[in-house]
Nanobody, 123 residues
């Protein structure tokens, strides 16, 4: 069974940074397409970034380079570095995995999901 567990969510001031982590079950990060998504209350879930097994990365245009996705296959971990955070970044952030198909950060294509970690940006 594929398991995903996010961590690193916190409450920070605007302009601050956070690094989110997702620990996956064995071999998932190295063999699956991995992605980060977020959802604010009352809003639709949106894709942030996706990382394929060959290292190819797709970012949603709206983030304009503020977020960086990476992984460590040996540690079975996926990361999201978030910089210059804004109040509108406040959301639940989810880690997801896809076991086949085009890796393009699309939530409908993802097969497995973590429970999320909360990020709050406020003054």
């Amino acid at each position: 069974q594929v398991q995903l567990l996010e961590s690193g969510g916190d409450s920070v001031l605007p302009g601050g940074s956070l690094r989110l982590s997702c620990v996956a079950s064995k071999d998932v990060v190295s063999t699956y397409c991995m992605g980060w998504f977020r959802q604010a209350p009352g809003k639709k879930r949106e894709g942030v970034a996706a990382l394929d097994t060959d290292g190819a990365i797709h970012y949603a245009d709206s983030f304009q380079g503020r977020f960086t996705i990476s992984k460590d296959n040996a540690k079975n971990s996926l990361y999201l570095q978030m910089d210059r955070l804004k109040p509108e970044d406040t959301a639940m952030y989810y880690c997801a995995a896809q076991d086949g198909g085009y890796c393009y950060n699309e939530d409908d294509a993802m097969d497995y999901w973590g429970k999320g970690t909360l990020v709050t940006i406020s003054s």
